[in-house]
């Protein structure tokens, strides 16, 4: 199982019409997030919290999914940014017996721009987004 981003409209009624299909104009591949265990041992690890992120803990919750809404995109992107300045650490922190520090940090850097693209296509289309 792969963690997704995902990019959704606001409906009327409060609703999320969730882009999908040729509605949703992203390149291939621009929505992987990376494998499920990095729930938790990545995005949701005490290493992201410990870097004050806020927002990728939330999104990838398991019991408490959050969104990031329209507004708050701007916020998200400063966020990714926040990332990318740890990524040595974040990279070291979190990687997995298989591989090295360097090979995961590439891993991270790849779904992170998959992640990035996502916030900024929704930020254009007036979106939000989340991730599952």
Same mark, same amino acid.
């Given at each position: ?5 995902? !990019?959704?409209? !606001? ?41 004050? +992120? =806020? ?6 919750? !398991?019991?408490?999914?959050? !969104?990031?809404?329209? +507004?708050?995109? &701007?916020?998200?992107? *400063? ?9 040595? =650490? ?5 990687? &997995?017996?298989?591989?090295? *520090? ?6 991270? $850097?790849? =779904? ?6 996502? $916030? ?13």
């Amino acid at each position: 199982m792969s963690l997704t981003s995902e !990019v959704f409209l !606001v409906r009327d009624d409060g609703d999320l019409d969730i882009l999908t299909g040729e509605r949703d104009r992203r390149p291939d591949g621009m929505d992987l997030a990376g494998p499920e265990s990095w729930r938790t041992t990545v995005w949701g690890s005490p290493a992201m919290h410990r870097i004050g +992120a =806020r927002f990728l803990p939330a999104l990838v919750s !398991v019991h408490n999914g959050d !969104v990031v809404g329209p +507004a708050e995109i &701007p916020a998200f992107l *400063a966020e990714l940014a926040l990332v990318r300045t740890h990524m040595e =650490r974040l990279a070291a922190e979190t990687c &997995p017996p298989d591989r090295t *520090a360097e090979q995961h940090a590439l891993h991270l $850097a790849g =779904r992170l721009n998959g992640i990035e693209a996502s $916030a900024r296509y929704a930020q254009r289309v007036g979106g939000g987004l989340l991730i599952w």
